[in-house]
């Protein structure tokens, strides 16, 4: 079975350019999270959608972040623009939730190692 | 809103040995969710365990198995017979029924030692 799939898996790019991110779940999953991981400030969740509608958004960090999940098997997340501060690991993780309990363990992807020169 | 606690920023075991790596979480639900997650350098996040806080009975998977105190708030992760291959990151995690929130600790570097 596939798993979550993200592209690019490696973007390096000057700052003031804009970077998007994108993501597959897996298919049938119906939540998806970004998280971004640093080593000063470990895992931290962005976003995540149910349903393809976002629900949380708080930690977001400021208006150059947005994210879209268009359909249910498609998401991106972008950068605009883009700082040297935002370098980090970007992963999306996928889930199903069942009659709204959210039960089931988070499936990751790669991860994309963003580096802003 | 809840948080989770690792405590040991680096553990070392020696292969084929026994390893214990602690995780504490602070929450005011009944139920919800535990997770231990394993980052190898490859970076990928590789789902190790879960247990239901509505289960007494502690989770195993193979050499992995848990300590789960409900009332202390512990999930610890037990790894025997320890590989070259277990060394990586290793994160715990809690997940509230009531929403899709997903809480990690800040992890515990494993290195296992020939």
Redesign the interface.
């Known amino acids: 079975d596939a798993g979550v799939i993200q592209s690019p898996r490696h973007e390096v790019t000057e700052m003031g350019q804009e970077v998007t991110l994108r993501c597959k779940p897996i298919s049938g999953h119906n939540?998806l999270?970004w998280y971004r991981q640093t080593m000063m400030r470990?895992?931290e969740?962005l976003i995540?959608f149910?349903n393809n509608v976002p629900?949380?958004d708080s930690g977001m960090p400021e208006d150059r972040f947005s994210a879209k999940m268009p359909n249910a098997s498609f998401s991106t997340l972008k950068i605009q623009p883009s700082e040297p501060r935002d370098s980090a690991?970007y992963?999306c993780?996928s889930?199903s939730?069942w009659g709204g309990?959210?039960?089931q363990?988070?499936?990751?992807g790669?991860?994309t190692?963003l580096s802003i020169l | 809103a809840q948080t989770v606690t690792q405590s040991q920023p680096e553990m070392s075991v020696q292969e084929a040995e026994t390893v214990t790596l602690s995780c504490t979480y602070d929450t005011s639900e009944s139920d919800y969710?535990l997770?231990w997650?394993k980052q190898p350098p490859?970076?990928?996040?590789?789902?190790v365990i879960?247990q239901?806080a509505y289960k007494q009975q502690n989770a195993t998977e193979n050499r992995f198995s848990v300590n789960f105190q409900k009332a202390a708030k512990s999930f610890s992760l037990k790894i025997s017979d320890s590989q070259l291959g277990d060394a990586a990151m290793y994160?715990c995690a809690y997940?509230?029924?009531?929403?899709?929130?997903?809480r990690?600790?800040?992890?515990t570097r494993l290195t296992v030692k020939p």
């Open positions: 939540s999270f470990g895992l969740l995540y149910n629900i949380d690991v992963f993780a889930s939730t309990r959210s039960n363990p988070q499936h990751f790669d991860g190692r | 969710y997770f997650y490859s970076r990928q996040m590789i789902l879960r239901e994160f997940r509230s029924p009531a929403n899709n929130d997903m990690f600790g800040a992890g």
